[in-house]
């Protein structure tokens, strides 16, 4: 029945109006009332809904393989997946939002929905004409949402962390170009903010570049048992109501909609209820959080200034920084990376819980494992191209402020100990710290060693391992 803009539509609590346009239906309807919790729809997430219609579309695919489902539905419930899945159409109609309970349940109707509404259209009907075609016997056969929405959220994980592995590959190269334009710049090292030995200011930014690489590593690794999907257990892991043979056939028409290697679950019923894989990623995140935001507190050190802090290098000015202090520019990119890496720590604890809190044969809070996933990926690949592009590719050295902090160091007398011993190191040190002189003028004013010897000792070479000369200190 329908009155004026609206149909209406039926569930196990009874009828609801549906507004006519709409192509979600009564399931969604419930969930948007009764889920009213971050104000973010799913639709904020399109990896996920290309996810859940490439799902629903292979599915479709391996029913109509198996002879449950008729050439005429498949292909009109894969036409309107194809919408989904090209250019955001019908994005807008994933309406429920990111959280909610009912372990994703009103996701998959949300999805079912919309996909069966396209699809009655494709084939000449009315929205909610469900006789002919429907979100469940049709669009759901042979699945659950305990299959269909880990599937989804682990392809839309997939594709997010590709998108962040090539942020942080901008990233690493913005450090990578510093460390050479910078790479016969000496400066003084420091150990728990003392002065340590003399090192060069590029050999300091290979290691930000380092860092960076060997994350993507890591990540790239974690990634891998993401690949691992439970398309084909239902409910529990047991493959109730799905024919044999469904699970290999929607993993194989998902695995070639997508382009990506996924791989069946050994254990249905273990893949079903475990989400050690989503925790294992998490902490790959935050071991990359983690240090993005020691590289962030470094520059911002390094930078401080400009006349009363250190000042070795020049952040790339990029907003006033003060309402009432004329003048003042503030390290604002490495501070909201830090912030990003304060917030991918807390999702990290977030989705260790979640994924502890499950019980028995289901986990019921993937929602804001995915919600927390989703913001850290997103947020760290934001993150990396912003700090490349706004902050790391505009740094610029001052070069005698940090050549000064070499000559006025006592930490050179460390490259000098094996040549004149840890007691006339120590009295040489003593004697520059309280003269203010030069360890290099001591060494030779008590004939320690020979100029010539000393100059060799000094060089960049032999204290820093690469470009620069250290001899006239």
Known sequence: MTSAGHRREHDLLGDREIPAEAYWGVHTLRAVENFPITGTPIATYPHLINALAAVKEAAARANQDLGLLDTERADAIAAACREIRSGGQLHDQFVVDVIQGGAGTSTNMNANEVIANRALEILGHDKGDYRHLHPNEHVNLSQSTNDVYPTAVNVATIIAVRELLDSMAV???????????????????????????????????????????????RLAEAVLLIHEINLGATAIGTGLNAPKGYAEAARTHLAALTGLPLVTAANLVEATQDCGAFVHLSGVLKRIAVKLSKSCNDLRLLSSGPRAGLAEINLPPVQAGSSIMPGKVNPVIPEVVNQVAFEVIGNDVTITMAAEAGQLQLNAFEPVILHSLSESITHLGAACRTLAERCVAGITANTETLL??????????????????????????????????????????????????LAALLRPEEIAGTGGDLSTV
Do not use: C, W
């Not at 011993?421 to 360890?439: D, H, N, P, W």
């Open 171 to 217: 990233l690493r190269e913005a450090f990578a170009a510093k460390a050479e334009e910078f790479r016969d710049i000496l400066k003084m090292g420091r150990t728990q903010l003392q002065d340590a030995v003399p090192m060069t200011l590029g050999q300091e930014f290979s290691a930000y570049a380092v860092m960076l690489e060997e994350d993507q590593s």
């Open 404 to 453: 000064a902090s070499v000559q006025n160091s006592i930490g050179l007398v460390t490259a000098l100990n094996p040549h004149i011993g840890y007691t006339a190191a120590t009295a040489i040190a003593k004697e520059a710290l309280a003269t203010g002189r030069g360890v290099a003028e001591l060494v030779l004013e008590q004939g320690l060693l020979p100029a010539d010897r």
